[in-house]
């Protein structure tokens, strides 16, 4: 009745029959009942009862049944009762150990597991390679790497492991989730039997890492070697594929799977979902499959509403987000994540407007992810009132939300605003980080602030406390340029840790060219055209230059190399589109 899962049945039946008959103490009998104890749990007064039957009996000195009372213990949620019998027990075998470590494991005290292991195996104790495997998988969970390193050289000194499957994919697992994806791969070539779990680990293992293409590369080797992916294997590659915008590869899965049978499988349908939504050229397909899902979770609803969002098809994203609450499918964050970003990007404060009243009636408002974009929206469609006003109702706020909030006011040219919100940011015991720096660097800028940004660019290199990007020095650059500095902004050109970046280049010819700094105008912009010797732009601008220093050869010599390179200016253009 156990074996059949009749937990209640064989309580009833105990308590009924077994229990008046006198064979309540049958060490026969009595792990069975326990074990439907620990499954049953509903029953724990119950089960205390058995173990004091065990006690009165003195069949408590029987490991069977003083290991199935650990094994419910466990069940229990009582770790504690469980070590106390287990640390009573007059003999212990492999299973008394295995049923322990299990204990603790299951309930969260994943040191004292690691601990009783160590102890199990000074104790002479031969290991068995599920517990091995178990107790690497723990490592992997707590990122224990130094504990992994030191189990996988207990393997590999007893030789007996080699051949386990369950061992070596729990090694890989553990080096690909502690970040050391070359040992991974070598314990994976080592391998003598590698099976689908095996293989999906490791393309799992180079996906987590950011190595999509190492991890489609796994797959097709996989296939190769004639081993079959399971659904896992197919939902783990589609996020690669979908990470590399790689259609071609994701249209081929899919026509595996619709081929297996695996295409009505709600999580694959998930995913093949999102990776057609990446590919914004290929909503159709993913439109189609949201249309076919029988189940329509948050997920799916997420995937689709995101997808619209980001290829600016607004109106169609709204559409998705009424019928997905009529349909009595509540949004999440990721939902009001994508519907505020678009807003945000094609600029439509009423849409906005809808769905921040939308958050404030789910009280979604106390998300500081959700409260961040709403800055940001409100900040980029001109109201930074409101955006002020979201700031200060946040009740957590984070890096995002300060630096959200001075570059919106940077935005619109209130650098002192700015300024003084970057104070209090630091008044209140957060420490900028780098996106923080950035955007103060931004404001400054665009109020044209400089002894403040110089203040701010000077005083982070010498803390060195952030590391300073190609952004930063893009930024301030371009500041000390439109304030006349030109000496000042070269020489930061000249002193950055990294390769000036053509943006840099171009602003400070601009610079130079309305500051009257023509000659340096000139040398950077053959900088310009040794960088980028096929952009038209840099000619273009080479060419004014001269002419504004009066070189007209040079201008007619510049104008002569781009005819002989084929190259062409670029015209901008406007466009003014009415509603009607």
């Known amino acids: 009745m156990v074996s059949k899962h009749f937990y209640e049945q064989t309580l009833h039946l105990y308590k009924q029959e077994l229990h008046p008959s006198g064979l309540y103490s049958n060490t026969a009998i009595l792990p069975s009942v326990i074990k439907a104890c620990a499954y049953a749990q509903t029953h724990q007064h119950f089960g205390l009862q058995l173990h004091c039957t065990a006690l009165k009996s003195g069949s408590d000195a029987d490991p069977v049944i003083s290991n199935s009372l650990i094994s419910m213990y466990a069940k229990f949620s009582k770790p504690e009762s469980a070590y106390q019998l287990f640390d009573e027990m007059p003999y212990r075998d492999t299973i008394s150990w295995n049923s322990m470590i299990n204990c603790f494991t299951q309930n969260g005290f994943y040191v004292r597991s690691l601990e009783m292991f160590r102890e199990m195996y000074l104790c002479g104790f031969v290991l068995k390679a599920e517990l091995i495997a178990g107790i690497i998988s723990l490592c992997s969970q707590i990122r224990e790497l130094e504990v992994g390193r030191q189990i996988h050289a207990l393997v590999i000194v007893d030789g007996s492991f080699e051949e386990s499957v369950f061992v070596s994919t729990a090694l890989l697992d553990l080096y690909s989730k502690c970040r050391h994806l070359l040992t991974a791969l070598r314990v994976f070539e080592q391998m003598v039997i590698r099976n689908e779990v095996s293989w999906t680990a490791m393309i799992s293992g180079c996906i987590d890492s950011q190595n999509y293409d190492t991890g489609i590369d796994l797959f097709r080797a996989m296939q190769r070697e004639g081993v079959k992916p399971n659904r896992v294997t197919l939902t783990i590659v589609l996020l690669a594929c979908a990470e590399l915008r790689d259609l071609r590869n994701g249209k081929a899965i899919h026509g595996y799977a619709y081929c297996c049978g695996f295409d009505f499988d709600h999580h694959l349908s998930a995913a093949l979902m999102h990776m057609y939504c990446e590919c914004t050229e290929a909503l159709h397909p993913a439109r189609i499959i949201f249309e076919r899902s029988k189940v329509k979770d948050v997920v799916i609803w997420s995937s689709i509403i995101r997808g619209y969002s980001q290829s600016g098809d607004l109106s169609e994203a709204m559409k998705l987000f009424s019928r997905m609450r009529l349909e009595r499918i509540e949004p999440n964050s990721v939902t009001l994540l994508s519907i505020i970003s678009s807003c945000t990007c094609q600029s439509f404060l009423s849409h906005g407007l809808g769905v921040h009243c939308y958050i404030m009636k789910a ?204 190259l062409s200016k670029s015209y901008g253009f406007s466009r003014i589109e009415n509603e009607y």
């Open 363 to 566: 009280g979604l408002n106390f998300d500081v992810s959700i409260g961040n974009a709403l800055i940001n929206m409100y900040s980029k469609c001109g109201s930074i009132t409101s955006s002020h006003q979201i700031f200060n109702e946040m009740a957590a706020r984070d890096f995002v939300s300060w630096s959200t909030l001075i570059s919106g006011y940077g935005f619109h040219g209130y650098g002192e605003e700015a300024l003084q919100l970057f104070l209090e940011m630091q008044e209140s015991g957060m420490e900028p980080d780098a996106i923080t720096v950035l955007a103060m660097l931004s404001a400054c800028n665009h109020a044209g602030l400089v002894k403040e940004a110089e203040t701010l660019f000077n005083n982070v290199m010498k803390e060195k406390k952030i590391a300073l990007a190609i952004e930063h020095y893009a930024c301030y650059v371009d500041l000390l340029g439109k304030s006349g500095k030109i000496e000042d902004a070269c020489k930061v050109v000249s002193t950055m840790p990294m390769k000036p970046s053509t943006k840099i280049l171009s602003s400070l010819v601009s610079a130079c060219r309305i500051h009257g700094r023509l000659e340096v105008a000139e040398m950077l912009a053959h900088r310009l055209i040794e960088a980028e010797p096929e952009n038209a732009a840099n000619y273009t601008l080479l060419s004014m230059v001269c002419s504004e220093s009066g070189n007209w050869l040079g201008a007619e010599e510049v104008w002569r190399v781009m005819r002989a390179k084929g």
